[in-house]
C-alpha cells in the first residue's frame, strides 16, 4: 500500500506508441497549475458556473450520480483575452486535478493516424491519472464543422476519434479497474474543458458533448478595477491613482489589454530616465544604474492615462454581437 504507483509511462515502456506517451507527457501533462480563483478579477457567474459543473461533483461524487451525473464537457466561450484559459487552470489548481493543457499543435503529427493514436493514449492517460481535467485551448481549430470542402480527412478522423473519446470519458468509471473497490467511482473523473474565440466554426456532434456552454464576457467596471489591483500587484502605484477613473477610461477593454495597459505604464518612469540620460549624453553604465534607482518608483495615474491613450481595445461591437447572438442561440449555462 505505501509503494509509490508507477507512472503511466512506466506501465507502457514496452508499448509501440511509447514515443506517443512520451511526447504528451513532456508537452501536454501539467503538475497542477498554481493560478486561483482570487487571480482571476470579477467573473463571478462563470466561476459558480464552473464549480457546480466541475468541482463539485469531484467533492461529492455521491450526490452527482444517475440523472444528477457531472457534465461530459464545458465549452468556455467569449472574445479573446477575457480570461478562459486561465479560469481552466484555476479549475485544476482548485480541484486538485491532473491537468492536460492541449494545443492544436501538439496533437499535429505528419504520420497518419498518430493524432487519433495521440488522442486515444490522451484519454486513456487522463483516466489513468484521474481525476483529470482535459483542456483544449482554441477548440475550434481542432474540430471545426466537418464537411466542408477544404476539410482535409487526417482531420476528420481525428474529430471522430475525439468524439468518441469524449463519450468514453464519462462512461468508463467503474468498469476500467474493478479492484478500486468503491474508490473507483469518484477517482475515475474525467472532465473536457473547452476554449474558443470562435464557437460558431465548432462542429455541432462536439457541440452537444460540450453540455454547459458559458459567455466569458468583457469585465465589467468593477472588473476592470480588480484586473488593475492584480495587474500592479508587484509595481507600487502612485497615491494619486485613481482605479474607478481608470476602470471608466477602459470601458469595452478585454483583460489581456488592460494588462498590456499596465505593462505600458510600469514602463513610463524608466522611459523618462532614458529620455533625460540621452539629452545629457550619460554612458551606458550610468543609464543602468538610473534605471535601477528609478525602479521602485510608483506608477502615477497620468503614466496610466498615456498608455490608455496609446493602447486601442481589441474586441469591437460587432464582435460581441456575434457572441451575443450565439449565446441566444446555443448557451447553455
Not at 487552470?89 to 505528419?110: G, P
Not at 482554441?138 to 474529430?159: F, M, N, P, T, Y
Not at 462512461?171 to 460558431?200: H, Y
Request: hydrophobic share 35%; net charge negative.
Amino acid at each position: 500500500a505505501g509503494k509509490e504507483r508507477p507512472t503511466y509511462l512506466e506501465m507502457h515502456s514496452d508499448s509501440p506508441d511509447k514515443h506517443l506517451i512520451e511526447m504528451i507527457e513532456r508537452d501536454i501533462l501539467e503538475s497542477t497549475p498554481s493560478v486561483k480563483w482570487d487571480d482571476i478579477a470579477d467573473l463571478t457567474e462563470a466561476k459558480s458556473l464552473l464549480e457546480e459543473a466541475v468541482v463539485l461533483p469531484l467533492w461529492m461524487p455521491d450526490y452527482f450520480q444517475g440523472i444528477r451525473r457531472p457534465w461530459k464537457g464545458v465549452l468556455m466561450f467569449g472574445p479573446p483575452g477575457t480570461g478562459k484559459t486561465m479560469l481552466a487552470k484555476a479549475v485544476a489548481t482548485e480541484c486538485k486535478t491532473t491537468f492536460f493543457n492541449v494545443t492544436t499543435s501538439t496533437l499535429a503529427s505528419k504520420w497518419r493516424g498518430e493524432s487519433e493514436r495521440m488522442v486515444r493514449i490522451l484519454f486513456d492517460m487522463a483516466r489513468y491519472y484521474a481525476p483529470s481535467t482535459i483542456f483544449f485551448d482554441e477548440i475550434d481549430s481542432l474540430a471545426s464543422q466537418r464537411g466542408g470542402s477544404g476539410e482535409h480527412e487526417a482531420s476528420r478522423r481525428v474529430k471522430s476519434e475525439l468524439l468518441v473519446q469524449m463519450d468514453g470519458a464519462t462512461a468508463s468509471k467503474a468498469d476500467d479497474d474493478g479492484d478500486d473497490g468503491e474508490e473507483g467511482g469518484a477517482s475515475k473523473t474525467v472532465i473536457v474543458l473547452a476554449a474558443t474565440n470562435m464557437p460558431w466554426d465548432l462542429d455541432e456532434a462536439l457541440r452537444r458533448r460540450l453540455e454547459k456552454r458559458i459567455y466569458i464576457p468583457l469585465p465589467t467596471s468593477v472588473g476592470r478595477e480588480q484586473l488593475f489591483r492584480i495587474a500592479m500587484r508587484e509595481v507600487g502605484l502612485g497615491d494619486d491613482v485613481e482605479l474607478d477613473e481608470l476602470a471608466k477610461c477602459t470601458k469595452g477593454y478585454s483583460g489581456a489589454d488592460i494588462a498590456n495597459v499596465c505593462r505600458d505604464a510600469s514602463m513610463m518612469s524608466m522611459r523618462r530616465v532614458l529620455e533625460n540620460a540621452r539629452k545629457q549624453g550619460l554612458s551606458m553604465r550610468e543609464i543602468q544604474k538610473m534605471v535601477q534607482d528609478q525602479k521602485e518608483q510608483p506608477v502615477t495615474h497620468k503614466d496610466f492615462i498615456t498608455a490608455i491613450n496609446k493602447i486601442s481595445r481589441s474586441v469591437g461591437e460587432s464582435d460581441l454581437e456575434k457572441y451575443r447572438k450565439w449565446m441566444e442561440t446555443y448557451g447553455a449555462s
